[in-house]
């Protein structure tokens, strides 16, 4: 029997014969069903290589676009750096704190799913300097981690450029000739990153959009394909000011939901840190 016989027609570029699965479209239509739920996206991504190059090459970008259709468009169209594995774990896993020279913190905090990021360019030009204002930056709201033995809120944020590689951020670490950082990696791609406190490109409203103002309350880094990852310390609201306070709107918003995730947040967290699902 010729199995080429039962095979679904399709107008992508590449072949199911690749991943061993005789029709692709069925399978996006299940993952499709259960709203691609990440965490059995990382477990198909462990069954077979097959499976694990189906799902960085097809089943990741699908995801993508059902968490944040209007920023992954705009990504997409200025030929996005890195691949759409390493973007749906930065839209949808909230990477934690690992202590630095110029962030201190008593113990690392650990990452996990999150199940819902607001993403925005009106919040990310926040972090740009007035150099590099021309650039497109998307950048989440942080990730409140309570730390213990203290009152203090730990802030964690995460974000990515629009083309990178043509950026004026980019171009800045080069001419300043900043080195990049030989311990920490960024936790999306596994690239080398920039501190932009080191290279001190952190500008003043990267401060007062987080409510952190004192020397040394904030830093993040700038992956070489345009992934940030950053924290901050969070200065407390009264109760009038959490009722009061209200986000800058804007229509290049995106709500990277994550409502169709199974299990606890421990537990989801867990296999999305231990499977291989989320490795390049």
Request: proline share 4%; charged share 30%.
């Amino acid at each position: 029997m010729n199995h080429r016989d039962y095979r679904v027609k399709s107008d992508r570029p590449s072949s199911s014969t690749e991943s061993g699965i005789l029709s692709e479209e069925v399978l996006v239509l299940v993952f499709e069903s259960i709203n691609w739920d990440p965490q059995l996206l990382c477990l198909t991504s462990c069954i077979s290589r097959g499976l694990r190059a189906l799902a960085k090459r097809l089943l990741w970008r699908h995801h993508c676009v059902s968490r944040a259709p209007k920023m992954v468009s705009a990504l997409a169209n200025s030929a996005p750096t890195g691949d759409w594995l390493a973007l749906a774990k930065l839209l949808c896993y909230c990477c934690g704190c690992v202590p630095n020279r110029n962030f201190r913190v008593n113990r690392v905090q650990p990452g996990h799913l999150a199940k819902e990021t607001r993403f925005s360019k009106t919040s990310g030009k926040s972090f740009l300097t007035r150099t590099c204002r021309e650039d497109t930056l998307y950048i989440s709201d942080p990730c409140e981690h309570a730390v213990e033995d203290s009152e203090d809120y730990l802030g964690v944020y995460r974000g990515v450029f629009r083309g990178f590689g043509r950026s004026r951020t980019r171009e800045c670490l080069i001419r300043r000739q900043v080195e990049l950082e030989q311990q920490i990696r960024c936790p999306y791609c596994g690239e080398r990153v920039w501190s932009m406190t080191s290279a001190r490109l952190v500008p003043r409203s990267a401060s007062r959009r987080l409510g952190t103002n004192e020397e040394g309350s904030l830093e993040y880094f700038v992956c070489l394909n345009g992934h940030l990852h950053g924290s901050c310390w969070l200065v407390p609201l009264s109760s009038d000011e959490d009722e009061g306070g209200n986000l800058e709107d804007d229509d290049d918003d995106d709500d990277a939901d994550e409502g169709g995730a199974r299990g606890s947040d421990e537990e989801v967290g867990r296999s999305v840190r231990e499977n291989g699902g989320w490795l390049g």
